[in-house]
């Protein structure tokens, strides 16, 4: 799906963009995200109820607007935006989540919140809908040898691309809908108002 100048508008007014093709998609859906802010939670909510995805991978900084690294005492506030997350895209406790920590998250705390989910210290791998997700927080971190699907968030580089027959799907630049029996994916805008939470780490670098 080809993104339209007005698709970040719409989120700021009324949340994430559906597109009437992807809504009619009867496909095991998987959904991929990362660097998500707590102020798009309730968007991701939405999206979730909408869609019912049979899987959903974080590939990191699960509360990108509590940079840890840079500010461990904000511990409790970032296990408070943890909880929340969890509400906004889970009703089953979790066990349907993969996750992969990045440099701003606390693994214990992640752990803590999410003992159903699969949990990932910066990169792994998982089988789901008969494909092999190669997994990283950040492109460099892929592993190798690479797979069909490779997910990694992070930083803006390395966009959603393929590469002999390797698919690399950036979960910073959008959100991504894949449905591997199908052989289709869905890039799905975020709000624009996203990148206000993420300001601090691009400011940085981080």
């Known amino acids: 799906m080809r993104q339209k100048w007005w698709m970040p508008l719409y989120g700021i ?7 009437r093709e992807l809504r009619e998609e009867e496909g095991e859906m998987i959904l991929h995200l990362s660097d998500t802010p707590s102020t798009v939670y309730g968007a991701l909510g939405r999206l979730v109820r909408t869609l019912s995805p049979r899987w959903i991978i974080h590939t990191g900084d699960l509360a990108d607007d509590v940079k840890l690294e840079l500010t461990p005492r904000e511990l409790p506030r970032y296990r408070g935006k943890l909880r929340e997350l969890k509400k906004a895209l889970s009703d089953n406790g979790g066990r349907n989540l993969v996750l992969v920590t990045g440099n701003h998250d606390h693994q214990p705390t992640v752990r803590e919140t999410f003992p159903e989910s699969l949990i990932f210290s910066d990169r ?5 809908c008969g494909e092999v997700f190669n997994l990283s927080h950040d492109r460099d971190g892929l592993g190798r040898p690479l797979q069909k699907y490779n997910l990694f968030g992070h930083a803006p580089a390395g966009e959603r691309g393929q590469v002999e027959g390797s698919i690399f799907l950036n979960g910073l630049s959008a959100i ?3 449905i591997p029996a199908l052989d289709k994916i869905f ?3 975020y709000p624009g108002y996203v990148d206000d939470g993420r300001l601090v780490r691009r400011r940085r670098g981080l």
Not at 13 to 19: D, E, Q, W
Not at 124 to 128: A, C, K, M, P
């Open 124 to 128: 792994g791998r998982v089988e789901l």
């Open 13 to 19: 007014l009324f949340g994430i963009y559906v597109p």
């Open 176 to 178: 991504h809908v894949i």
């Open 187 to 189: 890039s799905l805008p």
